[in-house]
């Protein structure tokens, strides 16, 4: 008999929304690739600790790492980084049932490599911008609530997509779903513009965001992503102050200004106050998403003729740091401010 939820990647996300629906009497397997992670979620002694302002619990629940998952589940919520989507989907796809679906908790535009591995009637789609931190193994900090959407990469309304909704407000009791799961998720991007220039620097993303001098490279960036959104054909969607409308072609500085002044004010007063693109930066000392993430937005604005100079100036200095060749300071958005200025 096939098992329920599988949470593939178990740090801040999945970590998150696993633990939230174990709790709530969900069959749950976690798996991570941090092997003293899944010793301790599996502890009875122990176990997986939600900390934070949000809410504080633990539960205890069976975990694996990827090389030793047995069986088959109904639901896989994906949950790794961005640049590890396709080795996941290929480890996972023999243990996903034949009528199940992954769902993916990432950013980017994930959802396409999952469906041309896993097909695409086994995708879902979702958007999140709940703030969490994995902290070590066995504890992830719960910052702040956010967004949360779901949907069918082909607009539908399905039974399925109903049941995933009404569980998942156990978590988020926002929780919506929409027939345009992508008109979120080129929302998202451009808004991951600018936490990864966010990431450039030490300023937390309510500080950083919150220069003025800084605002025309909000614009640029932002404008950037959304136009080759309009281009693609897909109208983005805002969420928890970040307002495509604001930064799309023809749009006014003031506008600008109210968006970035409405995201400050949602960031501002989390526990989280950086990205956790800086945090795999600063913190962790690894590689970001930004191939995967970042990189494509100017990747599809060129076959639509449209230059990125703010895009591609933002990862090639990621990639810089990435490599050891340039620090994090607050200059470098300086430096991609003039960039951006000349294209």
Known sequence: MDKDILIWGSGAIGGTVGAYFKRAGHDVTFVDIVPEHVTVIRDPARGLAITGPVDAFTVVAPAFEPSRVEGKWKRVFLSVKAHHTEEACRALEPHLANDGYVLSLQNGLCEKIIARIVGPERTMGAFVNFGADWLKPGEIIYANRGAVVLGEIDGKMTPRLAKLHDEMKGFEPDAITTPRIWSYLW?????????????????????????????????????????????????PLGFNGYDPEAFRPGASEEDARRSVDAMVAFNRPNAKTHSGVWRDLAVRKRRTE???????IAEIGKTHGLACPAVEGLVAMIHEIEDGKRPLSDHNLDELARIAGRG
């Open 187 to 235: 929302g998202k991007l451009g808004y991951g513009s600018l936490l990864f220039a966010q990431a450039l620097g030490n300023l937390g993303i309510a500080d950083c965001l919150g220069r003025p001098e800084l605002l025309p490279l909000w614009r640029r960036l932002a404008g950037e992503a959304v136009a080759v959104a309009l281009a693609e054909g897909v109208e």
């Open 290 to 296: 930004v191939d995967v993430q970042i990189a494509p």
